[in-house]
């Protein structure tokens, strides 16, 4: 039993020692492929956090099994085309405080389908691809961005699964109708579907080049009727001032003659 006792405490022990090894294995590896100037943690999964770093551009060197990713406030300008797309468990993506103004067409390929959550706020976004949030299934906060509100900007929200909660958040700084500006989005749309304003413009310089030409010709009709009436008025006072037409020589003059 000596014996016995003395095997299981021993293999408990390299047991124990064996699995610190790999934990500590696990972190080291972690923290060796932590991008530089952020800091990582595991605590429900990867938490990789680089807030306030002083980036300008997103890193390409994110481990791939990151679960939530704060790159807040710093001075990234845009976000290229498939730059998450090894990022299969990314849950939580926090993009805010930047100085953000293009987002590519296919930036969030990859992680469209998993992301929850992100944050695009305070950033300097105009507009977007129409299909740049296509499939996306995470909740957009897109507020304080000088947005132009526009057709493209119509599709983008109507594509998003939150496009209500988003579109609410929205404020037009400029948009393709004057009147627009500075009203938030869900009132522009409200008022008139920015995807048929080009039509309608077409439509109503159509009517109006129409209605311009059928005026002239009717102005045309009328002028010629009554330059004819002008016309025929004139010629007939002319035939009424001709002097009567002389007799014929050979007729007789109606003179009485006395006997």
Known sequence: MNLV????????????????????????????MC????????????????????????PRDLPPET?????DSNQITSIPNEIFKDLHQLRVLNLSKNGIEFIDEHAFKGVAETLQTLDLSDNRIQSVHKNA??????????????WHCDCTLQQVLRS??????????????????DEHAG?????????????????????????????GWFTM??????????????????????????PSRQKKADEPDDVSTVV
């Open 217 to 242: 010709v009717i102005s045309y009709v009328v002028y010629y009727v009554r330059q004819n009436q002008e016309d025929a008025r004139r010629h007939l006072e002319y035939l009424k001032s001709l």
């Open 5 to 32: 006792d003395l095997w299981l405490t021993r293999s408990l022990s390299m047991c124990l020692l064996l699995q610190s090894f790999v934990l500590m294995i696990l972190c080291f590896h972690s923290a060796s």
């Open 35 to 58: 991008p530089k100037g952020c800091l990582c943690s595991s605590s429900g999964g990867l938490n990789v956090t680089c807030s306030n770093a002083n980036l300008k551009e997103i």
């Open 133 to 146: 949030f296509n499939n996306l299934k995470a909740r957009a906060r897109i507020a304080n961005n000088p």
């Open 67 to 71: 679960v939530l990713l704060y790159l």
């Open 160 to 177: 998003m699964v939150s496009n209500h909660e988003t579109a609410h958040s929205v404020i037009c700084k400029t948009s393709v109708l």
């Open 183 to 211: 009203r938030p989005f869900l009132n522009a749309a409200n008022d008139a579907d920015l995807c048929n304003l080009p039509k309608k413009t077409t439509d109503y310089a159509m009517l109006v080049t129409m209605f």
